[in-house]
């Protein structure tokens, strides 16, 4: 299976930071990553697709970037309701793996 | 908007059958493929199979292999998943997801969404 290392496990950040999440993938997944925000007793949400692509509905404030094995998740300028974990999802093959997310707090 | 809704069991004992069922409401089965996921307390996400929409092509996570069945209902538009003797490892919220693959110039892309609401299934003694 393909081992997805997601960085760092957890952070701190303030409102309107800048804030960059990675994942690291174990073989060659392509664009075949997505990231997801999950609230605390929510269902996740897909943010980002085939790497880079916003899903509808999405603030223009995230953005993913990457190919191949190195993936980031950027959050231009956090907002409130930002605070939450987020994990990345490759879907190159099955079984499908996720990263170990990242938890994102209030500084 | 489609949205998805789940049921089944909250509470089983060890070595009995967790079974589920997803209704897609203001949709329809066609043209997508449907995952399972699953989230034990506090940890980490898991995917755990997945079917297309006519049920003729499974895929599993084959660290649960031999103990799942996934399958679909076209006729009712639902979905299903069966998980037989459960252990308390096997507790978590259990989530069911629409998938959608569109093939582009230079591959493929795949959206998991939406998400049904989850469903915790606790197994205890």
């Known amino acids: 299976a393909i081992q997805m290392t997601q960085s760092p496990s957890s952070l701190s950040a303030s409102v309107g930071d800048r804030v960059t999440i990675t994942c690291r993938a174990s073989?060659?997944?392509?664009?075949?990553l997505g990231w997801y925000q999950q609230k605390s007793g929510k269902a996740p949400n897909l943010l980002i697709y085939a790497a880079s692509s916003l899903q509808s509905g999405v603030p223009s404030r995230f953005s993913g970037s990457g190919s191949g094995t190195d993936f980031t998740l950027t959050i231009s300028s956090l907002q409130p309701e930002d605070f939450a974990t987020y994990y990345c999802?490759?879907?190159?093959?099955?079984?499908?793996?996720f990263g170990q997310g990242t938890k994102v707090e209030i500084k | 908007q489609v949205q998805l809704q789940q049921w089944g069991a909250g509470l089983l004992k060890p070595s009995e059958t967790l079974s589920l069922t997803c209704a897609v409401n203001g949709g329809s089965l066609s043209g997508f493929f449907w995952v399972w996921f699953r989230q034990p307390p506090g940890k980490g996400l898991e995917w755990i199979a997945e079917?297309?929409?006519?049920?003729?092509?499974?895929n599993y996570n084959p660290s649960l292999k031999g103990r799942l069945t996934i399958s679909v209902d076209t006729s009712k538009n639902q979905l299903s998943l069966s998980l037989t003797s459960v252990t308390a490892a096997d507790t978590a919220v259990y989530y069911c997801v629409r998938g959608k693959l569109r093939i582009v110039y230079d591959g493929y892309e795949r959206l998991f969404d939406p998400w049904g609401q989850g469903i915790l299934v606790t197994v205890s003694p």
């Open positions: 079917i297309n929409d006519s049920g003729t092509t499974t």
């Open positions: 999802l490759q879907d190159y093959n099955y079984p499908r793996t």
């Open positions: 073989q060659d997944i392509k664009n075949n």
